[in-house]
């Protein structure tokens, strides 16, 4: 039974999760403080942490930073800050998902099906263990590490899964929709600018000048291209 963690200090939000996930059959525990809810994320006990910004002890960023120090497993926003800015930064420091309040129990469920189904997938590839090269920039799937010019960068479990799918599909030009529903699955429901952080992101880690990317190039009105 997969494991989630609810870092929530509104009670009647944190239990409708709650009620959610035990009726499609996972396990549940609620945290209401930010600083417990660091202790328990970073314990290694769950398969996925779902957890607020404003956050007593502790916010969510602060959180999220934390954890992406040692694990990768997935995290998703949910939070009543919907403004562009907080979902970018929520993204920018290793969120994978960012869903506002009010929201659908029924897209929240999704969209947690989805996240660990992909992960899943992507621990799965390991057992590939395979290399790819491009020009200065490696990608080994066994141990989820990239390098650029021999020094490791380190990316979210979402930027990672962008590369090296698109890697793995050089010269194929997708559309923010199409990557959508190739890395988070037909279920999820959200914005596709949220490719477009992500891709934002993987740039300014693997580029040397993001501005005029190498590897992932922007055909403006269509997608992008992964340049092998």
Do not use: C
């Amino acid at each position: 039974m997969k494991k989630v963690l609810i870092i929530e200090d509104d009670l009647d939000i944190a239990e409708l999760e709650k009620d959610y996930l035990q009726l499609n059959g996972y396990h549940a525990e609620i945290v209401h403080d930010g600083a417990e809810g660091l202790k328990m994320a970073v314990s290694g006990r769950f398969d996925i942490i779902v957890v607020d910004l404003m956050l007593p002890g502790k916010n969510g960023y602060e959180i999220i930073r934390e954890v992406r120090k040692k694990l990768e497993i997935p995290v998703i926003v949910v939070s009543a800050k919907n403004e562009d800015i907080d979902k970018i930064r929520g993204l920018d420091i290793g969120a994978d998902d960012y869903l506002t309040k009010p929201f659908s129990p029924a897209e929240f469920m999704a969209r947690i099906k989805s996240h660990l189904k992909r992960y899943e997938r992507l621990k799965g590839s390991a057992d590939n263990h395979e290399t790819m090269l491009y020009k200065g920039l490696e990608i080994n799937t066994a141990s989820h590490q990239v390098f650029v010019n021999g020094k490791e960068v380190q990316l979210t479990t979402k930027e990672y899964e962008i590369l090296v799918f698109m890697a793995s599909h050089a010269n194929i030009v997708y559309s923010k929709e199409r990557l959508m529903d190739a890395i988070w699955g037909d279920e999820y429901y959200g914005d596709t600018a949220t490719i477009a952080v992500h891709i934002q992101k993987i740039r300014k880690k693997i580029e040397s000048d993001p501005a005029n990317p190498t590897y992932i190039e922007t055909l403006w009105g269509t997608g992008y291209r992964f340049n092998p």
